[in-house]
């Protein structure tokens, strides 16, 4: 995975930026591969990478913000995986201030709220972000 990803973003380096393709919104840039790099090594099971890749990137150049919130949202994910908390619930709150539509729709989005509900104590913007969301508290 990370040789590809390597070889992606070396690519898009070479195309200049940015190439707009049809029916994908933010095209193929630097900026989308480091957005799939932290989606990936979420997934790969090294969230300290994960988080190295959302520190290289600046929110404000993605393309919409639905895209910051979906970033934000995977970044969330990496801080659950790290054991920080608060940071996940901040970056959550941050995702839904965002896009809130986005937040509360994505089933990933939920499966996280609903797991930070059982695993730990509450809080209040945790509990009002679950039922904005339509998760059962």
């Known amino acids: 995975m990370r040789e590809l990803t ?3 973003a070396s690519m898009a ?3 200049g930026g940015g190439t707009l393709l049809r029916d994908h919104g933010g095209g193929f840039s630097p ?3 480091q957005l799939h790099r932290i989606s990936a090594e979420n997934y790969a099971g090294d969230p300290l990478a994960a988080l190295a890749a959302a520190r290289s990137i600046s929110l404000k150049a993605l393309p919409s913000i639905e ?3 979906r970033a934000l949202s995977d970044i969330a994910v990496t801080y659950d995986r790290l054991g920080r908390r608060s940071d996940c619930i901040r970056t959550l709150l941050a995702a839904e201030h965002c896009a809130p539509q986005e ?3 994505r089933p990933a989005t939920k499966a ?3 797991s930070l ?3 730990g104590p509450t809080t209040m913007e945790l509990r009002g972000l679950a039922a904005r969301s339509g998760v059962i508290v």
């Open 103 to 105: 937040t509360h729709a």
């Open 112 to 114: 996280l709220i609903s």
């Open 13 to 15: 380096k070479e195309l």
């Open 6 to 8: 390597d070889e992606a």
């Open 31 to 33: 900026l989308t591969v």
């Open 117 to 119: 509900l059982v695993s």
């Open 67 to 69: 895209r910051r919130s």
